[in-house]
């Protein structure tokens, strides 16, 4: 008698918690004995008809009402029955033994139909093409019972997720930080906008050398410069050393600068290159997969230049599809990878022609299509001026924002070094002059000051 089906069939008859979790995916199919696979169907009979597990008395009472045995069949099956005892195993240890046996036995069965499938001998009105699809099913065979957040049952797990401290990378500018509520979440896609040579670059090629100096590991994909462009602005942020003489710096020193970096992160920097328009989602999956196994390396943020020029797994690059669908698809794909790899994605996009000559860049100012800022989590516009080029500034103007609300600290200032491809914090002198810098939450009448949340409101009675 197979060990594993009678822990399966015993927990269902005694252990109401495992039914509730499991009975929705085990499959009578997955019983290869007849005696055993009629028990599970008279459970599953009972369950379902009076939403409680059944009894031993009841099987057997209900197998004798079948018309498909003989009395030597209903022999076997009552003593089956008898044979199942009430013996407690560690439900954890329980769950995952069942889930395995349940998607071993699946992906058998998958197989063995694909065979029948591909010799011709089984259900006419499947084909061949239906094997990746059985294949698929079998392997997601997964006891997810999550389907839904229950708002009056579950709410000491919602209150819990408030106070929760959710991961995030951090930037090492201030005003980044207050925006985003102390960093990037994982599972999203945060999209800078700026026109040719403002900076889409240097803001990556700086917040990837700022998270590598945490001690995280980061992965910068590049489809628009040589991996050796990026390596050298990542050399002069980090080095400290102004980019056009970093090719004059002797071995030794170039040398020394770089033991000395390695030995102030724990964190690893990856950089690679991709032709232009030729790599899409499923290409940085697989150098994922590729890089977890030959160099240990799990990403904590990825960094993509830009994502405008990577490709769509969904659309060829020389199909009739419009630009706001392909480039909507590429920012779904790339948010996409962020959710399954459980990690925060930083990419850049273009302004139109009105937008880069605009001092007050806008989401309408996004080229190619106005589906990405639907897509994205956090956008925001780089802008630049004479006026600004001149004091060594960028102003930064939040365009979306999924974390936060995005009309406080609307505009910013932050102090930008081209030639050590370096970002800074400015003074505070250099916001007070901007508008819908977040200075409108203050008030210079005390009467009209807002009162402290709660003030005056009379919690007896509650509860």
Not at 191 to 196: C, F
Request: proline share 3%; charged share 30%; net charge negative.
């Amino acid at each position: 008698m197979d060990k594993l089906e009678v822990l399966v069939l015993r927990n269902l008859l005694y252990n109401e918690k495992y039914v509730r979790k499991v009975l929705p995916f085990i499959k009578s199919e997955y019983f290869e004995d007849y005696n055993q696979k009629v028990v599970f169907e008279e459970i599953v009979k009972f369950v379902g008809q009076y939403n409680q597990p059944a009894t031993k008395e009841v099987l057997c009472i209900e197998t004798e009402k079948r018309q498909d045995i003989n009395d030597n069949s209903f022999k076997e099956v009552t003593e089956l029955i008898n044979y199942l005892e009430d013996e407690p195993s560690e439900f954890d240890w329980l769950i995952n033994t069942t889930e395995k046996w349940c998607r071993d036995r699946a992906i058998y069965l998958a197989l063995m139909e694909s065979i029948q499938l591909a010799d011709g001998k089984a259900d006419e009105s499947k084909g061949r093409d239906a094997i990746p699809g059985i294949l698929s099913d079998a392997l997601a065979i997964s006891f997810d019972t999550h389907i839904g957040h229950d708002y009056l049952i579950d709410y000491e797990e919602r209150y819990e997720s408030y106070h929760r401290k959710e991961d995030k990378v951090e930037f090492d500018l201030e005003y980044f930080n207050k925006i985003t509520k102390g960093g990037l979440p994982n599972k999203t896609l945060n999209i800078a906008l700026a026109g040719t040579g403002v900076g889409k670059s240097l803001f990556m090629c700086h917040v990837a050398s700022s998270v590598l100096l945490q001690g995280k590991n980061v992965l910068y994909i590049t489809l628009e410069m040589a991996e050796e462009k990026i390596a050298e602005r990542i050399d002069a942020n980090l080095l400290n050393v102004p980019i056009q003489d970093i090719v004059d710096l002797p071995k030794q020193m170039f040398d020394k600068k770089v033991i000395n970096l390695a030995n102030k992160t724990q964190g690893t920097l990856i950089i690679k290159e991709y032709p232009t328009a030729s790599a899409h989602s499923g290409h940085f999956k697989a150098l994922l997969q590729e890089l977890a196994l030959k160099k240990s390396f799990k990403p904590d943020i990825i960094f993509i230049d830009y994502l405008n020029i990577c490709s769509s797994s969904r659309y060829r690059g020389n199909s009739t599809v419009n630009s706001y669908s392909y480039i909507k698809s590429i920012a779904e794909e790339l948010r996409g990878l962020a959710v399954e790899s459980n990690l925060p994605i930083v990419s850049a996009t273009q302004t139109t022609r009105s937008g880069f000559a605009s001092s007050d860049v806008d989401l309408t100012d996004t080229s190619e299509s106005f589906g990405l800022p639907a897509t994205a989590d956090l956008m925001f516009a780089l802008i630049s001026s004479d006026e600004l080029e001149g004091l060594g500034q960028i102003m930064i103007k939040q365009l979306k924002n999924r974390y936060n609300d995005p009309t406080i600290n609307k505009r910013f200032i932050v102090g930008v070094d081209r030639s050590k491809m370096r970002l800074y914090d400015c003074e505070q002198s250099a916001q007070e002059d901007i508008v819908d810098n977040g200075k409108d939450e203050e008030y210079n009448n005390k009467e009209q000051k807002p009162k402290k949340l709660f003030d005056g409101f009379n919690f007896e009675g509650i509860g």
